[in-house]
């Protein structure tokens, strides 16, 4: 026996190869192998000349062990990094320079070598929770690395997901108060969790003019999310351009400029400047009654009154309010959306679950592209962190399935976004569903339960680090364990995610109960109470039946610190919005 190894230790190195190694545990004293404890997950330190490497154990056997020695099973290890310097100012760092020799000491890591891996290398850090197999060490998150090469928060229902989430964005907020955070929130889980620091957008409150749309996103609008008819499209194609030159006249008109002609302009379809929808109506009707052929005039017909529905339904009013009026409130809308100033909050949680089930896509198409966007045309002076709740539902694997500018807006963040301060965060339970080039641009990632075997084996492509192997521990994580794997973590991590107080807690946490009150007597007023609630919905403004009718914000008050998703819109407060035309 080397003299390197004592008789305390732990274990010595009998094979290596690349970054992997393998150890003899031996039998220490009178102890056997269950009070070593030498089970997977644990981490192992191996003495070396010049450093100490640090490992992971992902198997211990006793089979085939070398008649040589008093082994009583072996382990195999991932070598992950090593502690370098003195014992005053040791250092850790990923990888490994200098490998383990045959014969070297191996003894499970004790705390200081924990601490030293885990120690905060700068200001940047966010506590998140502490480490599964020793609570009194502290995981912190670089916070800086983790935004700015994006980052995603993985795992099925009921594990935590909502949890962590909410912990992190409320950490990065007290981290960097000066980050704007944009919230995707497709349940309505998230409107009581970051208090007066965010603004809680949703149908009633938003105002996002159609004009903001780009061609593909409006069609998608205005057929409802199926194929447009191309002779429709053709028609539509023509007249928008012309529809935003008139508009640009009408202002130029009213300064005493002198009137251009709309088609001199230069606008193309995609160009966000405002034009109005009776003037886009008007353009079709004037085209139809040159028309002499009445199958070409039905083709008009069909779009006019497709455009016609739209606007009238009061489920599009955050889209069409004053549609004929017109109002180049770019400017206002962005500014409301991505809090340029803050004024306090600096984080917007929009709120998805109140829209129309054909707009959805097109609105955060809207959204991501709008963000990028402005990022790209500011050269990143004001970053922002874009948070994609369900991002499988928006950016699949599979291209036939959901809207392909909505995949593509986030596509090219998740590609882009860190050049123009744009970062991302995913969020989801069906990785396998999220598109593979999306998810490979996420350096950090945040793994919770994840049962499905196509989702491990995703997982599995995407991570880089020496300790892959830690993913065989996916299925069996407990709720709110996590496995940290990248750039914004020290090492490859099982940990705990800390504690998230009552009030920062998604609203999903407070789970209906399967079992019926005993007290709460369901009888036809409360279905016909409900039913006028459901129809109030998709007919009027102002619900009839809706708890929060009492609670409206008074006209001319300061902005409400929390604005529930059940409270109306306050006329004055969108003022700005309804720019009339000059």
Known sequence: MPSSTTVTSFGRVILVRGSLARVGLLATGDMGLSE???????????????STIVAMITEVSC????????????????LLGEILGGPERQK???GVTNYPAIGDAVD???????????????????????????????????????????????GSTGVGKSTGVSLLLNEILKSRPNLRIFLLDVHNEYGRCFGDRSLVLNPRNLKLPFWLFNFEEIVDVLFAGRPGVPEELDILAEVI?????????????DRGLKRL?????GYTLDTPVPYRLVDLISLIDERMGKLENRSSRII????????????????????????????????????????????????????????PAEVIDSVVSVLCRMAFDFGLWSDGVSPLLFVCEEAHRYASADRNIGFGPTRKAVSRIAKEGRKYGVYLGLVTQRPAELDATIISQCNTLFTMRLANDRDQALLRSAVSDAAANLLSFVPSLGTREVLAFGEGVALPTRLRFKEVPPHQLPRSEATISTVPSATSGHDMHFVAAVLERWRGATSNRDVPNDPGINERPAARTVEAPMLQPSLGLDPDRFSLLKKPLR
């Open 261 to 265: 002609d709309p088609k001199s302009v």
């Open 92 to 94: 850790f760092q990923r």
């Open 36 to 50: 070593v404890r030498a089970t997977v997950g644990r981490f192992v330190s191996i003495r070396c000349a010049n």
């Open 108 to 154: 499970l890591i004790n705390n200081q070598e924990l601490r030293t891996v885990y120690a905060p290398n700068g200001s940047d850090q966010i506590n998140i929770g502490t480490l599964q197999q020793d609570p009194s060490v502290i995981a912190y998150v670089d916070i800086e690395e983790m935004l700015s090469k994006h980052f995603a928060v993985l």
């Open 300 to 355: 008009y017909h069909k779009l006019i009154s497709r455009i016609e529905t739209v606007r009238n339904d009061p489920r599009y009013a955050f889209m069409f309010d004053n549609a004929n009026v017109g109002g180049d409130t770019m400017a206002e809308v962005i500014s409301h959306l991505f809090r340029l100033p803050a004024n306090g909050r600096p984080m917007t949680v929009m709120q998805l679950a109140g829209f």
């Open 63 to 78: 089979e085939d062990l070398p008649t040589s020695g008093n082994y009583i099973a072996s382990a195999s290890v991932d």
């Open 241 to 253: 351009p012309v529809a935003k030159g008139m508009y640009t006249q009408y202002q130029n008109a």
